[in-house]
């Protein structure tokens, strides 16, 4: 899934010419730290909220920081994701050209994870990352069921480099042998969620696939 398939278009835009007053009041009103200044359907930057509360009310945006912190709408969900977690935002502005097109907020990739990653579900989930050569969903079944269990959630997507990122949710939280099996198979395991089982080996989730995608 592309950033373009999750653009808001329900957020305010800002002008260079309003007032430090009129950005916070919306930033309270929309529940968001950071809002786009747009001219003439132009990306000017993102203003954050910490730099607002140090002018005064009656100051203008154009004399507050602004970053050019954007995505383009063809990158990947998972890219947007670990943009959002490096630039520490809570909406991520999509533009192509110079042109603002819209914007992601947080809780719109939140959904995306837990819709279409299977992380809402009960039980544990593991991404894989896989060549598409070795791809094959009937080894990947065959692992897990070996292990009795089912992959109640299957999700896979492509990224920019040629590799498949698969997202496998399972009934169970006892995963163990199952990462062993794929280990044992050579199978790259990105990072596994929800598995008390095996919690003190690996970290934190979020962060853990986080690192992942930025040095990808």
Same mark, same amino acid.
């Given at each position: 899934m592309r950033a373009q398939k999750l653009l808001t278009f329900d957020l305010p835009l800002l002008l260079p010419i309003d007032k430090?007053? %009129?950005? #916070?009041? /919306?930033m309270?009103? *929309?529940?968001?730290?950071? !809002?786009? #200044?747009?001219?003439?359907?132009?990306?000017?930057? /993102?203003?954050?909220?910490?730099? !607002? !509360?140090?002018?005064?009310? $009656?100051?203008? /945006?154009?004399?507050?920081? $602004? *970053?050019? #912190? +954007?995505?383009?709408?063809? /990158?990947? !969900? *998972?890219?947007?994701?670990?943009?959002? +977690?490096?630039?520490?935002?809570? #909406?991520?502005?999509?533009?192509?050209?110079?042109? *603002?097109?819209?914007?992601?907020? %947080?809780?719109?990739?939140?959904?995306?994870? $837990?819709?279409?990653a299977g992380w809402g579900l009960e039980g544990s989930t593991v991404i894989l990352e896989i060549t598409s050569a070795k791809y094959s969903l009937a080894e990947i079944s065959r692992l897990v069921e070996e292990n009795s269990t089912q992959i109640t959630s299957f999700n896979m997507t492509q990224k920019d480099s040629g590799a498949l990122i698969v997202t496998i949710k399972l009934n169970t939280t006892k995963i163990a042998a199952i990462l062993s099996s794929f280990e044992r198979f050579d199978y790259k395991i990105l990072t596994f969620f929800n598995s008390p089982e095996v919690e003190d080996e690996l970290r934190s989730k979020f962060d853990a696939f986080m690192r992942y995608l930025e040095t990808d």
């Amino acid at each position: 899934m592309r950033a373009q398939k999750l653009l808001t278009f329900d957020l305010p835009l800002l002008l260079p010419i309003d007032k430090v007053s %009129r950005a #916070i009041s /919306l930033m309270d009103e *929309y529940k968001v730290a950071h !809002l786009p #200044i747009v001219v003439e359907d132009q990306f000017q930057g /993102l203003i954050k909220e910490e730099d !607002l !509360l140090e002018h005064e009310d $009656t100051a203008v /945006l154009a004399e507050v920081a $602004t *970053y050019q #912190i +954007s995505v383009d709408p063809n /990158l990947h !969900l *998972y890219d947007v994701v670990a943009q959002m +977690s490096r630039a520490d935002v809570d #909406i991520l502005p999509v533009v192509f050209q110079g042109k *603002y097109m819209g914007s992601i907020d %947080r809780g719109a990739v939140m959904s995306f994870l $837990t819709k279409e990653a299977g992380w809402g579900l009960e039980g544990s989930t593991v991404i894989l990352e896989i060549t598409s050569a070795k791809y094959s969903l009937a080894e990947i079944s065959r692992l897990v069921e070996e292990n009795s269990t089912q992959i109640t959630s299957f999700n896979m997507t492509q990224k920019d480099s040629g590799a498949l990122i698969v997202t496998i949710k399972l009934n169970t939280t006892k995963i163990a042998a199952i990462l062993s099996s794929f280990e044992r198979f050579d199978y790259k395991i990105l990072t596994f969620f929800n598995s008390p089982e095996v919690e003190d080996e690996l970290r934190s989730k979020f962060d853990a696939f986080m690192r992942y995608l930025e040095t990808d």
